[in-house]
Each structure stands twice: as C-alpha cells, then as structure tokens.
C-alpha cells in the first residue's frame, strides 16, 4: 500500500514537499512514480525513482524545480516541490510498480499500486 501526504495550499514561488509512504517488503525492487492530474486533463508524469537506482528521472515541466529522494529504510520516496506556479495545481499521486521498464516510467497504466492522491493548491 501507498500513501501519498504534504499537500496543501501555498503562494506562488513557494515550496511544499510531499511523501510517498510505502508498507510492505523489499520496498527497493520497486519504481515509485509521482503523477499529478489537474481537473478535465489527464494524469501527467512528473517523476519517478527507479529501483536501486540512485537517479531520478523528471518530467520536463517540473526538471529544475522538484527533486525526488528516496529512502529504502523508511520505505519513503519524496517530492520537494520549488518555485511553485498556478499550474502546478493538482492533485498529486504515487505509484509503485515492481515490474516496470525505463520506457514505460511515465505511463500511469504500467504502475500497479496507487497512492490516494494528496491536494496541491498554487494561489496568491
């Protein structure tokens, strides 16, 4: 199971970091995908960390502004979410997959365990 928290509402400019809790085992053979969907468009591919890989891979929308970090022991895998704009607004959610190859990282269906979603609001 997953379980996505940190959002919330925040200015313009600003910074908000999210967690990805995971429960389970052998919490490092899995990718953890972070998406985001606004209202009326579809779920968007930010970031993902792939297993036992030290090297995240970012979307290019957000590459310079959120970092993704990841820590096996705590079974975590955060977003940290800079330079915050309007558009960034939605709600953003993770997802882990076991079996997942490089090029299938940013396809929402080749992840097979979802996080709730968590809310982000970007406004003055």
């Known amino acids: 199971q997953l379980q996505a928290s940190g959002g919330g509402l925040v200015q313009p400019g600003g910074s908000l970091r999210l967690s990805c809790a995971a429960s389970g085992s052998n919490f490092g053979g899995y990718s953890v995908g972070w998406f985001r969907q606004a209202p009326g468009k579809e779920r968007e591919f930010i970031g993902a960390?792939?297993?036992?890989?030290?090297?995240?891979t970012y979307a290019d929308s957000v590459k310079g502004r959120f970092t993704i970090s990841r820590d096996n022991a705590k079974k975590t895998v955060d977003l940290q979410m800079n330079s915050l704009k309007p558009e960034d607004t939605a709600v953003y959610y993770c997802?882990?997959?076991?079996?997942?190859?490089?090029?299938?990282?940013?396809?929402?269906?080749?992840?097979?365990?979802w996080g709730q979603g968590t809310q982000v609001t970007v406004s003055s």
């Open positions: 960390s792939i297993r036992w890989n030290s090297n995240p």
């Open positions: 997802a882990a997959s076991q079996r997942i190859i490089y090029s299938d990282l940013r396809r929402p269906t080749r992840y097979h365990y």
